[in-house]
């Protein structure tokens, strides 16, 4: 398994970002998968996930009408769009799914900076 996020950077309050997570080594399409993020001093916490038809989203509060998460089943592939961000969405963002009830895949995370 392997999951590798991209596409974080540096951007200033009220910019937008695209994240992006490539998969491989199982059947992504049979898989729900989720955006996590952790800010320094802070848990990681859930920012988003998605079915795996991609019909079903859910969202944090912070981040509703704001980021959207999305996947493309044919390209192996899921996104998280964000808009309008804000300093204290400054965190490293990690791209997950969960196969079995006690198994978790992570990738190494992609880092996103708000700032000025």
């Known amino acids: 398994v392997q999951l590798v996020e991209s596409g974080g950077g540096l951007v200033q309050p009220g910019g937008s970002l695209k994240l992006s997570c490539a998969a491989s080594g199982f059947p992504f399409s049979n898989y729900g998968m989720s955006w996590y993020r952790q800010a320094p001093g802070k848990e990681r916490e859930l920012v988003a996930d998605i079915s795996a038809t991609g019909t079903n989203t859910r969202y944090t509060d912070s981040v509703k009408g704001r980021f959207t998460i999305s996947r493309d089943n044919a390209k192996r592939s899921l996104y998280l769009q964000m808009i309008s961000l804000r300093p204290e969405d400054t965190a490293t963002y990690y791209c997950?799914?969960?196969?079995?009830?006690?198994?978790?895949?992570w990738g190494r995370g992609t880092q996103v900076t708000v700032s000025s």
């Open positions: 997950t799914f969960k196969p079995e009830p006690t198994t978790r895949y």
